[in-house]
């Protein structure tokens, strides 16, 4: 199975990092180095075993712009999956040629690509990418992101009603991202999350093993790219969450959703459990009581919303570095992990060929030795769950 994946916007906006970042060893001080993209590059990454990602890596320099919007229409925007266009928040500010801001005129390119994605892939997702948010000064991010999403929003429907639809066009998920810090991997791991079929049917599984180990939580990761791919529940923790806004304790506007590691109420929101795990035998735990944007209650424990996109982050990172080992241990692949803390306790190992699972458990009466036995005897199941899947 084949999905194309156009990587679009403005030279300079951070394309070719972000993609170095998340499927090839690159770490974020190594993208200084890297030099203007020319034409596209392509490259394809094997996802979970038979999920292949043709990314497109679409030069941003206008010439090249606009060359893809006119000579190689057809050829760059059909067949397409997903289109990501990222935004350089900081060149935006800036003022370009003939009086025209860059932001206006990354508009006027965006607003173009979605038009010619609307006549050639009209089932194609639309990911935008407000990048660089660790550039814009955090009292005024939530700001910025919003006015940017509610314009963006606007051009999608303008680019429908132009093209006679009476729907509002495509619906665009928008993420504000940097590459120096978890917020690229959220948005990374829903885009690939929209391209793998039957994701319902493997999370209502993990929700069985969940379970099974009376775990708080279970997720799992594709096992090159650390990204997440799935989690679940368990049973016990669901029937007190009935929202993400209430799991996360935010209450948010449509616009400002996709900045979660962003918002300013992100530092002081976590207490006494700073790892952001789930820990329902904390007492000061409450899932109804914390709803409030900017003062948490003190009586209320909130979850880092980008508490896996952070695992994953440190997992690779752990991984660059133990290439920096002598030889004969930097060869050596990356395991599993085992961490008991006071108020919980976590167990990271391999799934199944392509994916790594993380196992949380808060009740401090099961061992971790059972739920390690239990993945064992999971990985058969999950490896032929992958294969059904994945073989249409
Ligand atoms: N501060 C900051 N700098 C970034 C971020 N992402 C990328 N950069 C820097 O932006 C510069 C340009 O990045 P590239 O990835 O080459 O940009 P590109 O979009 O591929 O550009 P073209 O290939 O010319 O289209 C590099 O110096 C990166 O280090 C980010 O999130 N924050
Ligand atoms: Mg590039």
Request: aromatic share 10%; net charge neutral.
């Amino acid at each position: 199975m084949k999905r194309k994946v156009l990587l679009m916007g403005q030279s300079g906006c951070g394309k070719t990092s972000m993609r170095s970042l998340i499927f090839s060893s690159y770490r974020a001080a190594d993208t200084r180095r890297l030099g203007s993209t020319l034409d596209v590059e392509h490259s394809h990454v094997r996802f979970l075993g038979n999920l292949v990602l043709n990314l497109w890596d679409c030069g941003g320099q206008q010439s090249y712009m606009d060359s893809y919007l006119d000579k190689q229409r057809s050829q760059v925007f059909s067949t397409v999956g997903v289109l990501i266009y990222v935004f350089d928040l900081v060149a935006a500010a800036e003022g370009g040629e003939e009086g025209q801001t860059e932001w206006e005129r990354d508009l006027r390119y965006y607003k173009d690509c979605v038009s010619a994605l609307y006549q050639y892939s009209p089932d194609a997702q639309v990911f935008c990418l407000l990048h660089k948010m660790d550039l814009i000064d955090a009292t005024r991010r939530a700001g910025v992101y919003s006015s940017r999403v509610k314009e963006l929003r606007r051009k999608s429907r303008e680019v429908a009603q132009a093209a006679g639809g009476k729907g509002e066009g495509f619906r665009v998920n928008c993420f504000a991202t940097s590459i120096w810090d978890e917020s690229l991997y959220r948005a990374w791991s829903r885009i690939v999350q929209t391209q793998i079929p039957a994701l319902g049917v493997l999370e209502r599984h993990l929700q069985l093993l969940a379970d099974t180990c009376s775990a708080s939580e279970v997720v799992v990761f594709e096992r090159t790219t650390f990204l997440v791919i799935a989690k679940a529940l368990g049973s016990s923790c669901k029937e007190s969450s009935s929202s993400p806004q209430r799991l996360t304790g935010f209450h948010y506007d449509e616009e400002e959703e996709g900045m979660e590691g962003f918002r300013d109420t992100q530092r002081s929101s976590l207490t006494s459990n700073s790892s952001g795990f789930f820990n329902p035998s904390d007492s000061h735990f409450s899932f109804t009581s914390s709803t409030t944007t900017t003062k948490p209650s003190a009586q209320s424990t909130t979850l880092d919303p980008e508490r896996f996109e952070k695992v994953s982050e440190l997992i690779k990172n752990f991984k660059l570095s133990c290439q920096k080992l002598p030889a004969k241990t930097a060869q050596c692949e990356f395991q599993a992990v085992e961490l008991r803390t006071p108020t919980f306790s976590a167990y990271i190992d391999s799934l199944t060929s392509n994916t790594y699972i993380m196992i949380l458990v808060t009740d401090p009466s099961i061992h971790l030795a059972s739920v390690k036995l239990n993945v064992q005897l999971a990985r058969d199941h999950f490896e032929r769950l992958q294969a059904i899947n994945l073989r249409s």
